[in-house]
Each structure stands twice: as C-alpha cells, then as structure tokens.
Nanobody, 112 residues
Framework: QVRLVESGGGLVQPGGSLRLSCVTS????????MAWYREAPGKEREPVAS???????NYLDSVKGRFTISRDNAKNTVYLQMTNLKPEDTAVYFC??????WGNGTLVAVSS
C-alpha cells in the first residue's frame, strides 16, 4: 500500500521558517522523483519544487532563494525547507511522487 504522509505545517509569522517532511512507503522511493505542490484558498494547486532521482531540481519562481527541497533515500523522505515565509505562501502543501501518488497535505499559514 502506497502512503505519503506530510507533516511540519503550522502557523508562522512573516519572515519565519518551517520544514515540511513527507514520509513515504509502498513504492521504490529512491527511483522516483518527488515534488511539493501547494493549494491556496480559491486558487489552483501549483507545483512549488521538484527533485528527481538524479538530483535535478526545479522551483516555482516566487520561492527561489527561499525554499529548498531535499531528500533522504535512507528514510524514504522528502523535505521542503521554507525560509522568509510570506503571507502569500499560505496554502495546503502536498507531496507527490513521480508515479502520481499524493499525500493528504499539511497546512501552512503565514500571518502576523
């Protein structure tokens, strides 16, 4: 059974930081690219960052320089380190495998 479980979301003030984690099981993690998406209220889900199994990384323009995606193949886990958070980063964040599996999301709220 494939599982992707996100954690690490929460309420943070503008300028703050959070680290999201996505623990996976049930598929060959090290052979799969992974990505983080987000869905803000009233908006479509959008890709934030991706990291393939060869280490190639892409970021949404608005998060470049602030967010960092990484993976630990030994722990079957992908991370999203978020710094200098802005109110417009408020969204539910989801991880997704290249094979099309999604987690249930974790809420990030940036507000003073």
């Amino acid at each position: 059974q494939v599982r992707l479980v996100e954690s690490g979301g929460g309420l943070v003030q503008p300028g703050g930081s959070l680290r999201l984690s996505c623990v996976t099981s049930g598929f060959p993690f090290r052979l799969n690219g992974m990505a983080w998406y987000r869905e803000a209220p009233g908006k479509e889900r959008e890709p934030v960052a991706s990291l393939n199994n060869l280490g190639h990384i892409n970021y949404l323009d608005s998060v470049k320089g602030r967010f960092t995606i990484s993976r630990d193949n030994a722990k079957n886990t992908v991370y999203l380190q978020m710094t200098n958070l802005k109110p417009e980063d408020t969204a539910v964040y989801f991880c997704k495998s290249a094979g099309g599996y999604w987690g249930n999301g974790t809420l990030v709220a940036v507000s003073s």
